[in-house]
Each structure stands twice: as structure tokens, then as C-alpha cells.
């Protein structure tokens, strides 16, 4: 089992519409969790680190299941530039600089 | 913000040749980062360092070295390189655990 795994997509989705990811995690001891976004042949770039309460940021919507061991995202009223690949991360037992990332999903707003 | 800059953003060398990618950062970060990026795969950890001349291996360290005698720059050297070692790598600098910042990227290909 990968330490981090995310379905690939591609998401296609209406400009408007809300989407939601799930990302889940193996191990129960990871205590930093993010999401960055990727846009095609770019370097990836920090969206928005997760907390245990679950936070928001304008349109985005963060949470996190220790329980069941994912992280979530939510993208409200989505836009024509949400299009991207979006990194899931989660670091690394006994380690806060070593991050574990996942393999990403495609998401494509469509007009 | 954090300016990381990868010395190039298209490569293109041979098999055996010695590659030097280079990467800087102007923010003071202790922590550096050599990631490469192959489709369908996550971000993997080549190399990393805290500090000035102290480096530790990542995940996938076989066939690459690294060099960190200044703060602000991190290298990472291919010995002698092989057509497996075509990717995008990636340049990382963090100053702490809320996330990283990374270089543009090179996409180096090995012929």
C-alpha cells in the first residue's frame, strides 16, 4: 500500500460546481498534512496546510479524518483557473521536513 | 516571498556525462531539498540538508550526490548520468514545518 494515495482523476467538472478530493494517509502517526496545487510543468505551490479542526480559505474547504486516516478538499463556486493537479502531503513519522506526497489529481473546470 | 532558482529549466546530456544542477535560495532557510517528479509517481526525496555541509540521504539517493558549502545553495550532482535519471527535479527550501517553497524546476533529459 502507498504511503499516500489520491485517484488520479481526472475530475471534470462544470465552472460552478463543488468538488471534492479525498487523500489517504498509512501512517496513523503523521501529525502535518497539506495540500499544494500544480499547475501543468510548474513547480508545485502551497495551497493550504490542514489542522485537526478543519479550516477554510475563501472557497476551500480542508479537513481532516484521523480516525479513518484521509484529508479532504473541497473547492466551492469553481473557477476556469482551479484547473490543476492537486498534492497531497503528509509528513513523515518523526519528521517534520520529511514529507510524504502523493501522486496528485487532475481536476479540469470546464466552461 | 522565498525566491528559489534552479540554474536551468531544460537540460539535455548524455549518458555518463557528470550534471550539476544547481539551486539558491535568498530567504536564509536552514533546509534544503532535491526532489524528482516522474509521471504518475509522487515527489521523491533524493537528498536533503538542515545546515551547511551536512546533507542525509532521502528515498532515492543511488546515483546522485550533493553538495552544501554555502547556506543558500544546494546541489545536486549526477555522477555519471543515466537515461533512468530523466525527470523534472525539483529545488525545495523550508524554514520550518508549515510547508516548502520550491525553484521552477529542470527537466532534465538523458539521451
Known amino acids: 500500500r502507498k504511503e499516500v494515495e489520491q485517484d488520479p482523476g481526472p475530475f471534470n467538472v462544470p465552472e460552478g460546481a463543488t468538488v471534492a478530493f479525498n487523500c489517504t494517509y498509512s501512517n496513523s502517526a503523521s501529525q502535518s498534512f497539506f495540500w499544494y496545487r500544480q499547475d501543468c510543468r510548474k513547480e508545485p505551490k502551497l495551497l493550504m496546510s490542514v489542522y485537526s479542526s478543519g479550516n477554510e480559505d475563501g472557497r476551500f474547504t480542508a479537513q481532516l479524518n484521523r480516525a479513518s486516516q484521509y484529508i479532504s478538499l473541497l473547492i466551492r463556486d469553481s473557477k476556469l483557473s482551479d484547473s490543476a493537479t492537486y498534492l497531497c502531503?503528509?509528513?513523515?513519522?518523526?519528521?517534520?521536513?520529511?514529507?510524504?506526497w502523493g501522486a496528485g489529481t487532475k481536476l479540469i473546470i470546464k466552461p | 516571498d522565498v525566491k528559489v532558482t534552479q540554474s536551468s529549466r531544460y537540460l539535455v546530456k548524455r549518458t555518463g556525462e557528470k550534471v550539476f544542477l544547481e539551486c539558491v535560495q535568498d530567504?536564509?532557510?536552514?533546509?534544503m531539498f532535491w526532489y524528482r517528479q516522474d509521471p504518475g509517481l509522487g515527489l521523491r526525496l533524493i537528498y536533503f540538508?538542515?545546515?551547511?555541509?551536512?546533507?542525509e540521504k532521502g528515498d532515492i539517493p543511488e546515483g546522485y550526490s550533493v553538495s552544501r558549502e554555502k547556506k543558500e545553495r544546494f546541489s545536486l550532482i549526477l555522477e555519471s548520468a543515466s537515461t533512468n535519471q530523466t525527470s523534472m527535479y525539483l529545488c525545495?527550501?523550508?524554514?520550518?514545518?508549515?510547508?516548502?517553497?520550491f525553484g521552477s524546476g529542470t527537466q532534465l533529459s538523458v539521451l
Open positions: 502531503v503528509v509528513n513523515r513519522q518523526g519528521s517534520n521536513y520529511q514529507l510524504i
Open positions: 525545495a527550501s523550508s524554514g520550518g514545518a508549515t510547508g516548502f517553497d
Open positions: 540538508s538542515y545546515d551547511v555541509k551536512m546533507k
Open positions: 530567504m536564509d532557510h536552514e533546509n
